[in-house]
């Protein structure tokens, strides 16, 4: 804990570094880092989400939902062997490195990021290669639109991965604007462009596999300026730092958070999946659109994450509790004040906006309602997920998930089969609720913090 009388001498509590005083951040700066960086953010997931609404209008008229419904089946697979291939780094990006430039231990920075970059590009290139493997194997069970997407969607995961990673160090950094603007403003509209362009100007025919490729091209283009942008912005010490490593730290860590991130990958993309395999991708492609009209109101949630999670990472390594359940608090009452009128808009506008996709998208209705719900909660408990595991309490947060994920999956089996999108909807909901009463709790008990508004 942090004397307060020492002057500008710091103690620290076992097993952390010392921090000189002078470094140490005030709380009306940290108030300020937090308001900015959440706010800057909230932009960018608003931008986001009406670009990323108005491009996938444009591919499902375009593709019309079977083609549309391949595409995202595509997608989500490979959402799946992204989480894979990035093994945890790029998530553990947020705790690292912010700690190493908090305390300024520049020469463990340069090492975290050349070790993650190398381990990444080498996991991502060979799970690429084999998972195109096996889709060429079974491809005689497959639509050849469907089998050459999945090809595409392989070949962009190395560079999917590597800008994952490079987002996440930026936000490490606590440069929240800087690291998600290309990545969720500047991807889909080349994405969306260039399928319109295609199609419209060049006239070659709607098609899973031409938005694919599209997306290849947007992604290879964003992670270029990003990672010009990071160049520029690393310290000038982290470029003269001699690299240093804490291998077994740092891979100990990153496979906690790859399975923390497994689990939540299971609890919200099971649901799709299952629905692909079990009624078709046409199902599917609903399903999406209305899974994305309820992410909505994750806006808010997914902004204070942004700051919240180096913020976290940063202020437990110092010791600050009490500043961190200031701005928890804080940060959990702007969520709220966001999520509720959101959810009110999803129900009440959703069928209006479902349509606007096509008069066969409007069968998701029910499930964006039912999917709304499960988001409000999953909002008002706060980001109570990055408590624990920027904490080091990654455990904890495995057990929850993965009983959360285990259940999540049965009753996606059972409840599919019997109500379709209705029943996916509820079998993520009803998880999505339990999961936040559970890692709640266990956040509470283990660091004493609460991160609701409550």
Request: aromatic letters at 6%; one cysteine or more; glycine letters at 8%.
């Amino acid at each position: 804990m942090l004397d307060s009388n020492a002057g500008n001498n710091v103690r620290s509590s076992p097993g952390r570094t010392a921090v000189p005083a002078a470094h140490l951040v005030s709380s009306p700066a940290i108030a300020s880092l937090v308001k900015r960086g959440a706010l800057g953010a909230l932009a960018i997931k608003v931008a986001n989400a009406v670009i990323a609404a108005a491009v996938q209008l444009l591919l499902a008229r375009l593709l019309g939902a079977t083609s549309y419904g391949d595409y995202v089946y595509a997608i989500t697979l490979q959402t799946v062997l992204l989480l894979v291939a990035t093994l945890g780094f790029d998530t553990a990006s947020l705790r690292f490195v912010a700690q190493y430039s908090g305390q300024q231990r520049w020469g463990l920075l340069l090492g975290y990021i050349k070790r993650s970059l190398a381990i990444i590009l080498g996991m991502s290139v060979a799970l690429g290669i084999l998972a195109a493997v096996i889709a060429w194997t079974i491809r005689s069970r497959l639509s050849s639109e469907l089998t050459i997407t999945l090809m595409l969607a392989f070949l962009l995961l190395p560079p999917n991965a590597t800008l994952q990673l490079r987002s996440l160090t930026l936000q490490g950094l606590k440069h929240v604007v800087i690291a998600q603007a290309p990545r969720d403003i500047l991807r889909p509209i080349l994405l969306g462009l260039g399928v319109w362009l295609a199609v419209k100007a060049l006239g070659y025919p709607a098609s899973a596999p031409l938005a694919m490729l599209a997306n290849l091209a947007a992604v290879i283009c964003v992670l270029g300026l990003t990672t010009v942008l990071l160049n520029r912005i690393l310290p000038t010490q982290v470029r003269n730092a001699r690299p240093e490593y804490q291998a077994r730290a740092w891979h100990a860590t990153a496979f906690a958070l790859l399975l923390v991130a497994g689990m939540n990958l299971v609890l919200n993309r099971t649901d799709m999946l299952m629905i692909g395999a079990i009624t078709g991708t046409r199902e599917a492609g609903i399903y999406a659109v209305a899974t994305r009209g309820a992410e909505v109101i994750l806006l808010g949630l997914s902004s204070v994450n942004a700051i919240a999670a180096p913020l976290i990472a940063d202020l437990h390594a110092r010791g600050q509790r009490e500043e961190l359940q200031r701005v928890l608090r804080r940060a959990a009452r702007g969520i709220a004040a966001f999520a509720v009128p959101a959810t009110v808009a999803a129900v009440l506008c959703g069928r209006m906006v479902l349509g606007l996709f096509g008069a066969e998208f409007t069968e998701g209705y029910n499930a964006l309602t039912i999917l709304a719900c499960g988001q409000l909660v999953n909002s008002l408990a706060g980001p109570v997920g990055f408590l624990i595991t920027m904490t080091g309490h990654h455990k904890i947060a495995v057990k929850v998930l993965f009983i959360s994920a285990t259940l999540n999956i049965l009753l996606n089996a059972t409840f599919i089969p019997l109500w379709g999108l209705e029943g996916a909807a509820v079998a993520t909901a009803l998880t999505t609720v339990l999961w936040n009463l559970a890692m709640s709790y266990y956040a509470w008990k283990y660091t004493g913090v609460r991160a609701t508004a409550l």
